[in-house]
Antibody, heavy 119, light 111 residues
């Protein structure tokens, strides 16, 4: 059974750095063609893809957020980590991690973690 | 960046009636391998999104056959043959041809 769980702070102050961890089970990120992405959703708004890391450690970022994001993985712990710098109130959102394939689709999602940026 | 445009944004449907959602991309999603890198997701109230259709027309595991996807290139459609109460939520199309972008979402509600 595939499971994904996001964890991180619920409240972050403006200008701070956010670190989110996705802990997964039921598969390995060393499997060829496997990918993990981070996606966020501001309250009441649409989904926005943020970053992706592939089984071979290739990394891809949203063009609009590229300078603020870093994605990494620890295959021994079955974890993927996203850091986002210089947080602002507009970064308030539920952050999801999702498993993907080289054909693009996300077949498994975590429950999401709500991050609020406020002083 | 590929822009995804969905219509309508709101879709009230009577149970048992069909429903259709359109998704258009600003660039072709047809890969040289012949596949369209277009997926459909449903986000039910209070839940994470769930995969319905991948590569334009392939139903994901466990998805009822009343859901179908069609289209190629820049124009895609999600159809529900007979809407049920459990189909309520926001439907998103997503392209994976160049990185990832989502449509704005279409909110399906029961009349």
């Amino acid at each position: 059974q595939v499971t994904l769980r996001e964890s991180g702070p619920a409240l972050v102050k403006p200008t701070q750095t956010l670190t989110l961890t996705c802990t997964f089970s039921g598969f390995s990120l060393t499997t060829p063609a496997m990918r993990m992405s981070w996606i966020r959703q501001p309250p009441g708004k649409a989904l926005e893809w943020l970053a992706r890391i592939d089984w071979d450690d290739q990394k891809f970022y949203s063009r609009s957020l590229k300078t603020r994001l870093t994605i990494s993985k620890d295959t021994s712990k079955n974890q993927v980590v996203l850091t986002m710098t210089n947080l602002a109130p507009m970064d308030t959102a539920t952050y999801y991690c999702a498993r993907g394939y080289d054909s693009g689709q996300f077949d498994s999602w975590g429950r999401g973690t709500l991050v609020t940026v406020s002083s | 960046e590929i822009v995804m445009t969905q219509s309508p944004l709101s879709l009230p449907v009577t149970p048992g009636e069909p429903a259709s959602i359109s998704c258009r991309s600003s660039e072709s999603l047809l890969h040289r391998n012949g596949n369209n890198y277009l997926d459909w997701y449903l986000q039910k109230p209070g839940q994470s999104p769930q995969l319905l259709i991948y590569m334009g027309s392939n139903r994901a595991s466990g998805v009822p056959d009343r859901f179908s996807g069609s289209g190629s290139g820049t124009d895609f459609t999600l159809k529900i043959t007979r809407v049920e109460a459990e189909d309520v939520g926001v439907y998103y199309c997503m392209q994976a041809q160049q990185l990832i972008t989502f449509g704005q979402g279409t909110r399906l509600e029961i009349k």
